[in-house]
């Protein structure tokens, strides 16, 4: 399994125990996902309330060379006796895994193997914060992401799966939301404290052999969308993704136009992928752009521009797990009594999904964006 040197943050090692085995922990977790799709959890027949109700609790200890194994469920937990290592690490860490045959169903949609799955958990992990407002901590391994959620997001979650399912099974080739491929609730004893995290499992929009020097985060409003301040005329600098990034916003665009193939039909997809949200009040999603010189040095999973630029681009949706909610309303007011309502990101999902939609048809060149047909993207 190749690096991928756009991974956040600071890689995780031995020298920080804890952290270290609870690193074990997932991957163990995200094995035993994998091994559940080989045994054909999921038989094809439909869904149901159940289904997005199930929960499997694993018991991961520490085995004899120190990493972490999954040794049963919660009903073996009275019989465990972790090993004997000299790493001060929790005796045991519970792994929660949730709706595993709804996820089995979404991985299935979207073409991913279960060995797949497996592999791409084996691997230097690395562990950030993130750079937005919101404090979520995120683990990157390859081509996997993984966020922590709240317990908001996480309570929108389980509201939100059962129509997730039926629109990828609907686009299962070009939709640009994020791949959702597993849910996790870590729980361990640090101490005195009990931890618990709350996990969602990803794909890496970022995930590239190659260095991605320059990332945009596009949300199509202005008021604080600007990372970086350069002289006028000049383009930002690069964003290195690697400890202490900087991830470009809307303003630091400078007039950039993404010269990507089947441009229109791309954004026939967005506008699906856009209703969707909207249909589900959500907001603050934003579009995540990566950018860099083609190299030559052999296959990417990147898109190559159509133009003589010889640029890379990396792109798709990150952030749909928050509403429109009272306490976002409040948010809108409050931001009003200091810029205009049209500039600022926190207004109600119509407005939020007609900006958004009319910044990307510029960073595309799409012209008469309202017209595009709304059209499921098809491999080709």
């Known amino acids: 399994m190749g690096g991928n040197p756009n991974r956040l943050g600071v890689d995780i090692t031995d020298e920080d125990p804890v952290a270290w085995f609870v690193k074990g922990c997932l991957e163990a977790a995200i094995r035993h996902t994998a091994e559940c799709d080989t045994k054909d959890t999921d038989d094809g027949k439909e869904l149901c309330k159940k289904d997005f109700n199930e929960k ?47 996820f089995s169903r979404i991985r299935k949609n979207w073409g991913l193997i279960s060995d797949t799955l497996s592999e791409e958990s084996r691997g230097v992990w690395s562990d950030s914060m993130s750079p937005g407002k919101s404090g979520t901590r995120m683990y990157c391994v390859n081509n996997l992401l993984l966020k922590t959620m709240s317990e908001g997001e996480t309570e929108f979650l389980k509201k939100l799966l059962p129509s997730y399912v039926n629109h990828i099974a609907e686009n299962p080739y070009g939709s640009h939301l994020p791949k959702l491929l597993s849910w996790y609730t870590v729980s361990y004893r640090h101490g005195v404290s009990l931890v618990t995290e709350r996990l969602l499992v990803m794909n890496n929009i970022l995930a ?30 690069e964003s290195p993704p690697r400890r202490g990034s900087i991830i470009l916003k809307d303003n630091d665009l400078m007039g950039r136009i993404l010269h990507i193939p089947r441009a229109a039909e791309v954004f026939g997809q967005l506008k699906r992928d856009v ?22 040095e052999g296959p990417d999973c990147g898109t190559p521009a159509t133009d003589s630029s010889k640029e890379v681009y990396y792109i798709g949706m990150i952030d749909i797990l928050t509403q429109y909610t009272p306490m976002k309303r409040i948010e809108t007011r409050l931001l009003g009594f200091v810029a205009d309502e049209n500039t600022i990101s926190a207004v ?15 960073v595309l060149e799409i012209d008469n964006w309202e017209l595009v047909e709304k059209e499921p993207l098809h491999e080709g």
Do not use: M
């Open 56 to 102: 499997q609790d694993l018991v991961c200890v520490q085995n004899d060379e120190g990493g972490a194994v999954v040794v049963g469920d919660k009903e073996d937990q009275t019989s465990l006796s972790p090993a004997k290592g000299k790493r001060r690490v929790p005796n045991k860490v519970k792994v929660r895994v949730h709706c595993k045959k709804i």
């Open 208 to 237: 590239s052999p190659q260095k991605i020097p320059t990332i945009y985060d596009l949300k199509g409003s202005s008021f604080g969308r600007s990372a970086v301040s350069p002289p006028p005329g000049t383009p930002p600098p």
């Open 348 to 362: 109600p999902a119509d407005q939020y999904s007609a900006r958004f939609l009319g910044r990307i048809a510029g």
């Open 275 to 296: 209703d969707f949200l909207e249909g589900h009040n959500i907001v603050d999603y934003s579009f995540l752009v990566g950018v860099r010189k083609d190299d030559g």
